[in-house]
């Protein structure tokens, strides 16, 4: 089977503008998941979703956004970028509700 | 909620040395428990999980980790360290719920 895919790999963007990335999960899993990695704050959970709802959503304000589609591909959006907004995003899919998850390789944003 | 602690942030042993990295997690009930590896510049790689039966559990790569519900740990070991194990080491705990709590990481350094 194909790993969970992420586009892009690396993107740069200004403050203010908004950015989408995507996430496309290993065949048959339902569950995306959405990570933000920096060194100053680590691995931190965005939200997640299973079968087009959002189950569960961690501490961050509401220009954080996703939404996933009726294949289980997700797609997270940024709007209003500010600095500190530069991460490595990770997406990881699940085939179920025991927390295994599987990570792509993440998208770098950088926003000057 | 549930959190982790890994007390260690950077560690350096000698290639065929042992190894041990700490993992301290906090849960009211019976977690889920990870550990994952990271390469530089890439996404996480699941080593092994525990959620219930015998404590002793094996991974990929010749890692295992033992789960000890009295000291709240789940410490990852492995017996000779090969230079190629060389990364960044993350203990997560779950609850069930695809909401994933990473500890801040373990770097590893392996000397020649």
């Known amino acids: 089977k194909a790993g969970v895919t992420q586009t892009p790999r690396y993107l740069i963007k200004t403050r203010g503008q908004q950015v989408t990335l995507s996430c496309s999960p290993i065949?048959?899993?339902?569950?995306v998941s959405w990570y933000q990695q920096t060194p100053g704050q680590g691995l931190q959970f965005l939200f997640e979703y299973f079968s087009e709802t959002q189950r569960n959503k961690g501490n961050f304000p509401g220009r954080f956004s996703g939404r996933q589609f009726s294949n289980s591909r997700s797609e997270m959006n940024v709007s209003t970028l500010e600095l500190g907004d530069s991460a490595l995003y990770l997406c990881?899919?699940?085939?179920?509700?025991?927390?295994?998850?599987?990570f792509g390789p993440g998208t770098r944003l950088t926003v000057l | 909620a549930q959190s982790v602690t890994q007390p260690d942030i950077h560690i350096t042993v000698s290639e065929g040395a042992s190894l041990e990295l700490r993992c301290n997690y906090s849960?009211?009930?019976?977690?889920?428990l990870f550990w994952y590896v990271q390469s530089p510049g890439q996404g996480l790689q699941l080593l092994l999980k525990?959620?219930?039966?015998?404590?002793l559990v094996q991974g990929i790569k010749g890692f295992e980790a033992e789960f000890k519900r009295s000291q709240s740990s789940f410490n990852l070991r492995k017996p000779s360290v090969h230079w190629s194990d060389a990364a960044e080491y993350f203990c997560?705990?779950?609850?069930?719920?695809?909401?994933?709590?990473f500890g801040a990481g373990t770097r590893l350094t392996v000397k020649p």
């Open positions: 065949s048959g899993h339902r569950s």
């Open positions: 525990y959620f219930s039966g015998d404590t």
């Open positions: 990881a899919s699940s085939p179920d509700n025991t927390d295994t998850q599987y």
């Open positions: 997560a705990v779950g609850a069930g719920d695809n909401d994933m709590r």
């Open positions: 849960y009211g009930a019976t977690p889920y």
